[in-house]
């Protein structure tokens, strides 16, 4: 009994990072109608920028990402202002396309910078400390640490959309650019902030992925199916639903790896099929979508 | 004195010409009223004034001023808001963030305020909170009007206001030009009810076919002349 509970708890932890995944994938989507193919490879990229900062300053990752982030900043704000504005409009096969090429470019361009040698975020004795929670469970600090942030990136995105005036506007702009302008909303600058606020998303989910496993440049692509996966679960446009489809994959991988480990992948996939048979629309459908 | 002043202005969707050169003067306090079939061009000509479509740079002037062509998003900021046909508020926000977003990014003083908004129109202060999709058609296009006065406009271009409403609401809607009118806007309203149109009005303008059919004031148009401008001879 202990140790199923010790598997379901195990993975609730591990669908905090897959959350972490999705929640920029989401973000991009809900703003603009963005399908970022190149999302998991942002991840990469960014856990190297990461990787980079925290070896030439000698710090440790936690501070490297602080640093990391503004930057992260600045680049998807140019990144979006320069290049998936002029992609968007009324087909959607060009950002496809142009995020799909750029998921190329940055794997190989991280294979010229960086090697193909899997690398890992180092940050010393967190990483195998763990916290007793009775009855003979528990939980490794850093897998809670990742919970904690996935919700806590939630609550500060939620709080931004819901209590500033720019979340007004993202979610403006969202339902209708066009009505959006007469507002005197600038679309594209809308759109630029947006790409930068999940660019900084993205950073905080680099870390974990950094020190909770080995990355290398070619590992994007699968980050992008989990987030695809936990974002269709949870029903596009909720946040928290998107932690729920995190949680539904962990849970599913978690039971999957207990019966035999060679399941584990393969029981995320099927729990993800099970509900888009079931629930095609998520676990948590917008209203009025 | 002339706020807002068109010349020759033309508009196209595509290939599809939709304004034939169209010269219309709003004085300074004044309200006009568009009239004219369906697809004579009169919401198109809001639009194109309001900056969603493109237009010369001199064929739209408010205060003298080149404005034609200017993103949308400048152009209210220069003191030209649109109530879109359909009202079309954002159904993810509530009924006073569409209120608020009328007024994004912008602390300019003026005589319009929440408070203000819900003074004109009652109805709304009750539902404030409520999802904008959940009012009644009356009720979503008064917020559609408090949101563009929220923008604080010195022109103000109402696109088919009284669409799909009962009498009775449609005669609550226009109870409240007055009130905005004496804060200081000058209006051009869209309207297919003519009668509603001439009530209002200072100065009608009828289209047809995307070019000016008949111009007067109210007063001085006979029904058989509309009736000519209207369908055509």
Redesign the interface.
């Known amino acids: 009994m202990t140790a199923w509970i010790n598997t379901l708890l195990q993975g609730v932890m591990l669908g905090g990072l897959y959350a972490l995944f999705a929640a920029g994938l989401s973000l991009m989507f809900g703003i603009m109608r963005l399908v970022n193919l190149a999302h998991g490879d942002f991840i990469v990229l960014s856990a190297f920028v990461i990787l980079a900062l925290s070896v030439a300053l000698g710090l440790d990752p936690f501070l490297a990402t602080l640093l990391a982030a503004p930057v992260l900043f600045f680049i998807g704000y140019a990144l979006q202002h320069y290049l998936l504005n002029r992609t968007l409009g009324r087909d959607i096969l060009p950002p496809l396309l142009v995020t799909f090429g750029l998921s190329i470019i940055i794997q190989n361009g991280l294979l010229e910078a960086f090697s193909a040698d899997s690398q890992r975020l180092k940050a010393g004795a967190i990483e195998t400390a763990s916290i007793s929670i009775g009855g003979g469970l528990a939980v490794g600090t850093m897998q809670l640490l990742t919970f904690a942030s996935a919700i806590g990136v939630i609550l500060a995105l939620n709080f931004l959309f819901y209590r500033t005036e720019l979340g007004r506007a993202f979610r403006a702009t969202s339902d209708d650019p066009e009505i959006a302008q007469l507002m005197g909303i600038d679309n594209r600058h809308i759109f630029s902030l947006a790409t930068a606020i999940a660019m900084v998303v993205i950073a905080v989910c680099a870390l974990y992925l950094g020190m909770r496993a080995n990355f290398d440049p070619t590992i994007g692509p699968a980050r992008l199916l989990y987030a695809f996966e936990a974002v269709i679960i949870g029903g596009l446009g909720s946040l928290w639903g998107t932690l729920a489809g995190g949680i539904v994959i962990g849970v599913a991988q978690a039971i999957g790896a207990k019966i035999d480990p060679e399941w584990q992948i393969l029981a995320g996939h099927l729990a993800f099929l099970a509900v888009l048979v079931l629930r095609p629309r998520g676990l948590f459908p917008r209203a009025g979508q | 004195m002339t706020l807002l002043e068109t010349r020759g202005l033309t508009a196209f969707y595509g290939d599809f010409q939709a304004l034939y050169g169209i010269d219309l003067r709003l004085e300074e306090g004044e309200t006009l009223a568009i009239i004219g079939a369906n697809g004579a061009g009169k919401s198109t000509f809001l639009e194109t004034v ?3 479509l493109p237009a010369a740079p001199q064929s739209v002037l408010l205060d003298g001023k080149q404005i034609g062509g200017l ?3 400048e152009i ?2 220069l003191g030209i ?2 109530v ?1 046909e359909g009202r ?1 508020l ?4 509530s009924v006073e ?1 569409n209120l ?3 007024a ?3 602390d300019q003083a003026g005589y319009w305020s929440l408070p203000r908004i819900y003074e004109l129109f009652p109805a709304l202060a009750a539902r404030r909170h409520v999802p904008s ?1 959940t009012l009644s058609g009356g009720e979503q296009q008064m917020a559609a009007i408090g ?2 006065l929220m ?1 604080k406009p010195r022109v103000l271009l109402c696109d088919e206001i009284s669409l799909g409403l009962a009498p009775i609401v449609i005669r609550n809607i226009y109870a409240a030009l007055p009130r905005i009118k004496a804060s200081g806007a000058s209006v051009i309203l869209v309207e297919q009810d003519i009668v509603q149109a001439l009530e209002v009005s200072d100065r009608v303008y009828c289209f047809q076919e995307g070019r000016m059919s008949l111009t007067g004031r109210p007063a001085d148009l006979g029904r058989e002349q509309i009736h000519t401008a209207y369908f055509g001879a």
């Open positions: 309001a900056g969603l993103p949308a998003a209210v900021r808001s649109l879109p079309r954002f159904p993810s926000l963030e608020l977003i009328g994004y990014g912008r999709q949101r563009a923008a």
